[in-house]
Nanobody, 127 residues
Framework: EVQLVESGGGLVQPGGSLRLSCAAS????????MAWVRQAPGKGLEWVSA????????YYQDSVKGRFTISRDNVKNTLYLQMNTLKTEDTAVYYC????????????????????WGPGTQVTVSS
C-alpha cells in the first residue's frame, strides 16, 4: 500500500524556521518527481517546491525562493522541506505529493497533478 505521511508542522513566529518531513512507504520516493503543495485558508492549492528524479533539478515558487529548501534522503525514503524566515503568508496546510509529470508544475496545482498525496500537516506562522 502506498502511503505518504507528513510531519513537522506547528506554530512558529514570523522569522522562525520549521522542517517538514514526508515519509514514504509502498514505493521508492527517489523514482518519482516529488513536490510540496500548500493550501492556505480559503485559497486553492499551490505548488511550493519540487525535486526531480534522475536529474539535479528543483523547483521553487517565487515567494519561497531563498527561504525554503527541498531535499530527499533516499536511504530513509523521506522528503524534506526546510523552511526559514517564515512569514504569516506561509500559513497553510502543507502536503507532499508525487507528481504525475514535471510539466504539471507549469499548471495551477490540482489534485490530479499528483499520483499520491499525504494527509497534510498544518503550518501556522503567527506572533
Amino acid at each position: 500500500e502506498v502511503q505518504l505521511v507528513e510531519s513537522g508542522g506547528g506554530l512558529v513566529q514570523p522569522g522562525g524556521s520549521l522542517r517538514l518531513s514526508c515519509a514514504a512507504s509502498g514505493f521508492t520516493l527517489s523514482t518519482e518527481h516529488m513536490a510540496w503543495v500548500r493550501q492556505a485558508p480559503g485559497k486553492g492549492l499551490e505548488w511550493v517546491s519540487a525535486i526531480a528524479t534522475g536529474v539535479d533539478r528543483t523547483y521553487y515558487q517565487d515567494s519561497v525562493k531563498g527561504r525554503f529548501t527541498i531535499s530527499r534522503d533516499n536511504v530513509k525514503n523521506t522528503l524534506y522541506l526546510q523552511m526559514n524566515t517564515l512569514k504569516t503568508e506561509d500559513t497553510a496546510v502543507y502536503y507532499c505529493a508525487s507528481l504525475v509529470s514535471w510539466w504539471h508544475l507549469s499548471q495551477p496545482a490540482q489534485r490530479n497533478g499528483a499520483r499520491y498525496w499525504g494527509p497534510g500537516t498544518q503550518v501556522t506562522v503567527s506572533s
